[in-house]
C-alpha cells in the first residue's frame, strides 16, 4: 500500500488542522493504521493509531485534542488536530501497520510526510 499525506501546513496556536493519508490503489482492509511525527532532533514518535476494528490509542501528549479516524471505502485515513501546540511542530507521517491491533507495530512502508508547523 502505498500512502500519500497532505493537509499539513501553518497554523497558530490554539487552531486546528485535519491531515488526510489517501492510500493509493488498495484500502487499508485488515490493517491498522497509525499517525507518527518527527520533530528537528528527535526521534519519530507515534501519534495515534486506529485498529481495523476502530479501536483507537492516543499518545498522552495528544489525548483529547486529536482524533484519528478512517475511511476505508474512500482508502482514507485522517488526523484532526484541535488545540495545537507549538510542540506539535514536526512531520507527520502515517503508516498501515503490520497488524489489525492498534499496537501492532508499523510497516516499513513510510510516505514523504506533510509538515506541520505551529507558531505561538
Known amino acids: 500500500v502505498q500512502l500519500v499525506e497532505s493537509g499539513g501546513g501553518l497554523v497558530q496556536a490554539g487552531g486546528s488542522l485535519r491531515l488526510s493519508c489517501s492510500a493509493s490503489?488498495?484500502?487499508?482492509?485488515?490493517?491498522?493504521m497509525g499517525w507518527y511525527r518527527q520533530a528537528p532532533g528527535k526521534q519519530r514518535e507515534v501519534v495515534a493509531t486506529?485498529?481495523?476494528?476502530?479501536?483507537?490509542n492516543y499518545a498522552d501528549s495528544v489525548k483529547g485534542r486529536f482524533t484519528i479516524s478512517i475511511d476505508n471505502a474512500k482508502s482514507t485515513g485522517y488526523l484532526q488536530m484541535n488545540s495545537v501546540k507549538p510542540e506539535d511542530t514536526a512531520v507527520y507521517y502515517c503508516?498501515?501497520?503490520?497488524?489489525?491491533?492498534?499496537?501492532?507495530?508499523?510497516?516499513?512502508?513510510w510516505g514523504q510526510g506533510t509538515q506541520v508547523t505551529v507558531s505561538s
Open positions: 503508516n498501515a501497520l503490520q497488524g489489525s491491533r492498534w499496537w501492532s507495530p508499523p510497516s516499513g512502508n
Open positions: 490503489g488498495s484500502t487499508f482492509g485488515d490493517k491498522a
Open positions: 486506529i485498529s481495523a476494528g476502530g479501536v483507537t
